[in-house]
C-alpha cells in the first residue's frame, strides 16, 4: 500500500524523434500542492496529459492510489480520482453554471450523463447530495451568485473557474491545473490561489503548471522542476528560489 495519491515513476514519452519527456519521477501526497514548473517545451504539459491518459506514455509507471493506471483509459482514471481541466472550455452554452457542474459529478454516477442532469433515474437522496455537492463546489469556485445563469454568458475568468469546479464535481483525489492563470488579471490570481488553498483544505491534492512565480511560491508545498524533458529540481518553494541549476535554467536573478 502506498501513502501517495499519485507516484510518477520513469515516465517517458516521445513523439516521434523528439524525446517530451524522460525519466520523470515525482510522488504527490493526499492534500499536497505539487507545483510543475520549467522553460516553454520543457515537457510540463506532456506530463499532465501523459497523466490523465490523453496519450499512452512510451515507458513508466503512474501510480494512483495504489494501482497501475498507465493502460487505463482517460476516462477510468477520472473515474479513479484524477481529474483535469482543459485549456479549451468543453462546455454547453445554453446550460446553466449550476447544469455543467452536475455534468462533471455524472462520471461518478451510473446513470447516462444527461438522464443525470435532468435528475432522471435517480434517487431522491443521490439528487440531494448531488445537489448540496455542486452547491459547495459553487462556493468554493466563487460561482455561487451566477447558479442559474448560462455558461455562454460568462467571462472568461469565470469560464476557467467554471472548468475548475467541474473538474471537482467528479470528487477527485488529486486534480492537474494546466497554466490556470494565464490570461487572469492580479484579482483573478488572487481568487485563483485562494481557490486552489481551499482545494487542498478540503482534502484534494493539487498538480499545477504556472509561469507566475508569486502564484507558485505561495500556493505550492512543493515543487518539480523539469528542463529540455528532465526533471532538474525537486523542494520546497524556499529552496527551488536558491537552486543554481533553476536560477540558470528558468528563473535568471530576478525571483
Ligand atoms: N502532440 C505532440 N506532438 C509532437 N510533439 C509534441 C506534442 N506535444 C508536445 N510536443 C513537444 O514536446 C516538447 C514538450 O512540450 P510541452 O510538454 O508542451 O512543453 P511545456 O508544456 O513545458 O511548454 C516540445 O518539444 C513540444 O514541441
Ligand atoms: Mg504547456
Do not use: W
Request: glycine share 10%.
Amino acid at each position: 500500500m502506498t501513502d501517495y495519491v499519485l507516484e510518477v515513476q520513469n515516465l517517458c514519452k516521445s513523439f516521434g524523434g523528439v524525446q517530451a519527456i524522460r525519466d520523470v519521477s515525482f510522488t504527490v501526497a493526499p492534500g499536497e500542492v505539487l507545483g510543475l514548473i520549467g522553460p516553454n517545451g520543457s515537457g510540463k504539459s506532456t506530463t499532465i496529459n501523459a497523466l490523465a491518459g490523453v496519450f499512452p506514455a512510451t515507458s513508466g509507471q503512474i501510480v494512483l492510489g495504489g494501482t497501475y493506471v498507465q493502460h487505463l483509459s482517460e476516462h477510468a482514471r477520472v473515474g479513479m480520482g484524477l481529474a483535469r481541466t482543459f485549456q479549451t472550455a468543453s462546455v454547453f452554452p445554453e446550460f446553466t453554471i449550476c447544469e455543467q457542474v452536475s455534468l462533471g459529478a455524472t462520471v461518478t454516477l451510473a446513470s447516462h450523463p444527461l438522464s443525470s442532469v435532468l435528475g432522471l433515474g435517480r434517487s431522491a437522496s443521490e439528487q440531494e447530495c448531488l445537489q448540496a455537492r455542486v452547491k459547495d463546489i459553487l462556493e468554493l469556485t466563487g460561482l455561487a451568485s451566477l447558479a442559474d445563469q448560462k455558461v455562454g454568458t460568462i467571462s472568461s475568468a469565470q469560464q476557467r473557474f467554471l472548468m475548475i469546479a467541474t473538474a471537482l464535481a467528479a470528487s477527485p483525489k488529486i486534480i492537474l491545473l494546466d497554466e490556470p492563470a494565464a490570461g487572469l488579471v492580479s484579482h483573478e490570481r488572487k481568487m485563483l490561489s485562494d481557490m486552489i488553498k481551499a482545494i487542498r483544505a478540503r482534502g484534494t491534492a493539487v498538480l499545477v503548471i504556472e509561469h507566475h512565480m508569486a502564484l507558485i511560491m505561495e500556493v505550492c508545498d512543493r515543487i518539480v522542476v523539469l528542463n529540455f524533458g528532465s526533471k532538474i529540481a525537486e523542494g520546497a518553494p524556499s529552496e527551488i528560489r536558491n537552486n543554481r541549476a533553476v536560477i540558470d535554467a528558468y528563473l535568471g536573478e530576478a525571483v
